[in-house]
Structures are given as C-alpha cells and as structure tokens.
C-alpha cells in the first residue's frame, strides 16, 4: 500500500467519523436534560455497563465520570450474570450501551433493574430495539455508516458513543460546579496532580525559612543563609513584614573586604517579588523564570508577612518545570 492511499483512508475516516459526530450533535433534545436530571440526583453511583467493544467504551466513561465528581463503576454484564447485580442498589443509576440494542447479555441487569426500580438510561441506535423499551430512557446515537470499509467494525459507533459520555461528563462537571480543587482532590499522583498542587504544599515554613532583621549585618545574613540551606535570606522590619531580600546573587555582586561589616539593609534588594500561598506551583515557576533575570527563591506571604519560601527545586521535586 502506498503513502498516498494510508493518507487517504486516514482522511475517509477521519471524515466519516467527523459526520457521525455532526450528526449526533444535530440530534441531541430534551432527552439529554432528561438524562442528566436523573444521573444528577441520583444518591448512588452511576454504574454502566455494555459487551464488546461498547463495554470497553463503558469502562472509559465510568472513569471519567468518576474523576469528575460523579461517582460511578463499570459492570460487566457476565460478571453480573454470576453474582454482581448484587453491587446495583436502589439508589443507583444504570446505563446501558449496545450500538444495536440487541445484545442479550444485558437482560439479566435490565430484569434486576425493573425488579428493583433502579433508573435505566439506554445508549443505542435504536429506540425501538430490545434495549430501548426496556429502559427508563433514550439516548440515540447515530445511524451512520462505520467508518470501517466493509462498515462492520465499531468504528464511527463508538466515537459517537465515547463522545456522548464525555458529553454526559461535562454537563454534570457544570451542573455540579467541579472546581480544579476538586479535580485535585481526585488526581493527586501523576502530571495533573503535580499542576493542580498549590504553593502552600511545598513551601518551607516556621524555624525553616531564613529571616533576619533589617538591623543585623551582614555577618549575620551570611550564617543564616548557611544555617537554612535555601540560598536567600529575607529581610523583615520591627512589624515582622517582609521589606527585602538577600541572595547568592546579591552577595556576588557586592562582593567586598567589609561585606560583613555591612547592614542587611543597604545590601539587601528591596520590595522583593513575592507570592500567596494559594496560587499553584505552576505560576510560581513562570513568576520565578519571569522575574527579571530569573530568580531561584521567593518568599510567600500573607498581608506582607512571610509565611514561606519556595526554592525552584522544591517545584521540580514536585514535578513542575
């Protein structure tokens, strides 16, 4: 096969899922509000299941439901079969998928589910299918063809479908009012973890943080710089507010015989940048790499007191670059 026939079927499909998707957004109605009314009331847990290619569809939704603050699991319809209908309970929500809505696998939760009043909401392209009248509730998916060339493989189907549940997602992320906090709350290991974590989980605090007052000299700044390790020193008045800094960079520059002899305040760099506990690391990394030629340390505060310090490699142990 030639690169100029991969590139076209690529396009094909790309194409033809494209339409799909046009098409399941032109359908979209009232029963959408419909939907989202009962999975957001619902007490339980949004459990959804499906066979094939539709279940592992399912299993993507569930996942991102339940990092987006709506708690839900995946059922595997033969599993359930042998013993985990027990897991659905009254106050649950179950939504069943089959592009066709003929997959039987999925009679014995729809029976459990009437026997037990437990809400169903169907996705499949077909309302009138054994799925569709068996279930509370629609959602249709579009009748196009698949992207598939014999139009056989779940191709364009399950585009749609995965759409339909990120859709589903989002909407209850908004009716919900999911906050990054939250988002955090849920991710806390990972690359999103470390972007959602705040200046006030890494900062060093109290005895660690290295002050002195705008009286010592610099014989003093020099041992406590020593003594906290962090390679700055902030400067603080009678009031206990931060009024300047000293670095490794300052230090450098005014380097002299009687450097030691010298007040912090005359060395000192004043109203240096500072930041809030609660910004995230990732904007204290951009403040740092912005801010003038670069800086390595800054210190946090609270109405103009240090409450913190944060040196650039406790961001990229945390792993924000």
Same mark, same amino acid.
């Given at each position: 096969?030639?690169?100029?026939? %991969?590139?076209? &079927? +690529?396009?094909?499909?790309?194409?033809?899922?494209?339409?799909?998707?046009?098409?399941?957004?032109?359908?979209?109605?009232?029963?959408?509000?419909?939907?989202?009314?009962?999975?957001?009331?619902?007490?339980?847990?949004?459990?959804?299941?499906?066979?094939?290619?539709?279940?592992?569809?399912?299993?993507?939704?569930?996942?991102?439901?339940?990092?987006?603050?709506?708690?839900?699991?995946?059922?595997?319809?033969?599993?359930?079969?042998?013993?985990?209908?027990?897991?659905?309970?009254?106050?649950?929500?179950?939504?069943?998928?089959?592009?066709?809505?003929?997959?039987?696998?999925?009679?014995?939760?729809?029976?459990?589910?009437?026997?037990?009043? &437990?809400?169903?909401?169907?996705?499949?392209?077909?309302?009138?299918?054994? !799925?569709?009248?068996?279930?509370?509730?629609?959602?249709?998916l579009p009748?196009?063809?698949?992207?598939?060339?014999?139009?056989?493989?779940?191709?364009?189907?399950?585009?749609?479908?995965?759409?339909?549940? %990120?859709? !589903?997602? &989002?909407?209850?992320?908004?009716?919900?009012?999911?906050?990054?906090?939250?988002?955090?709350?849920?991710?806390?290991?990972?690359k999103l973890?470390?972007?959602?974590?705040?200046?006030?989980?890494?900062?060093?605090?109290?005895?660690?943080?290295?002050?002195?007052?705008?009286?010592?000299?610099?014989?003093?700044?020099?041992?406590?710089?020593?003594?906290?390790?962090?390679?700055?020193?902030?400067?603080?008045?009678?009031?206990?507010?931060?009024?300047?800094?000293?670095?490794?960079?300052?230090?450098?520059?005014?380097?002299?015989?009687? !450097?030691?002899?010298?007040?912090v305040s005359?060395?000192?760099?004043?109203?240096?940048?500072?930041?809030?506990?609660?910004?995230?690391?990732?904007?204290?990394?951009?403040?740092?790499?912005?801010?003038?030629?670069?800086?390595?340390?800054?210190?946090? &505060?609270? %109405?103009?007191?240090?409450?913190?310090?944060?040196?650039?490699?406790?961001?990229?142990? +945390?792993?924000?670059?």
């Amino acid at each position: 096969m030639s690169e100029h026939q %991969d590139i076209r &079927v +690529a396009k094909e499909t790309i194409e033809q899922e494209i339409s799909t998707l046009k098409s399941l957004e032109s359908s979209l109605d009232e029963n959408l509000t419909k939907a989202l009314d009962v999975l957001q009331s619902t007490k339980g847990r949004v459990i959804i299941t499906g066979m094939g290619k539709s279940g592992h569809i399912g299993r993507k939704i569930s996942a991102t439901m339940a990092s987006t603050g709506t708690p839900s699991f995946f059922l595997h319809p033969s599993e359930a079969s042998h013993g985990d209908l027990g897991m659905i309970t009254t106050e649950d929500v179950v939504v069943a998928i089959s592009n066709s809505g003929e997959s039987k696998e999925l009679s014995d939760i729809l029976v459990y589910c009437r026997r037990f009043n &437990v809400p169903t909401i169907a996705i499949t392209k077909n309302p009138d299918s054994s !799925l569709g009248k068996n279930c509370d509730m629609v959602l249709k998916l579009p009748d196009n063809r698949e992207a598939c060339p014999l139009g056989m493989a779940p191709t364009s189907s399950t585009t749609a479908t995965l759409v339909l549940g %990120d859709i !589903l997602s &989002v909407d209850l992320m908004v009716r919900k009012g999911f906050t990054a906090e939250d988002f955090k709350l849920r991710h806390p290991g990972g690359k999103l973890g470390s972007i959602l974590r705040h200046v006030s989980d890494i900062m060093h605090t109290g005895d660690e943080m290295p002050l002195i007052n705008q009286n010592a000299i610099m014989q003093d700044a020099l041992l406590t710089m020593s003594e906290k390790m962090l390679g700055c020193v902030g400067i603080i008045d009678d009031q206990g507010c931060l009024i300047g800094m000293i670095t490794d960079g300052d230090l450098r520059r005014w380097m002299a015989p009687n !450097l030691i002899e010298e007040k912090v305040s005359k060395v000192m760099t004043k109203n240096p940048r500072t930041i809030s506990p609660d910004i995230l690391i990732a904007e204290a990394v951009n403040i740092m790499n912005t801010t003038g030629r670069g800086i390595t340390n800054i210190f946090v &505060v609270v %109405d103009r007191k240090p409450v913190g310090v944060v040196h650039i490699h406790d961001c990229l142990k +945390a792993g924000v670059s």
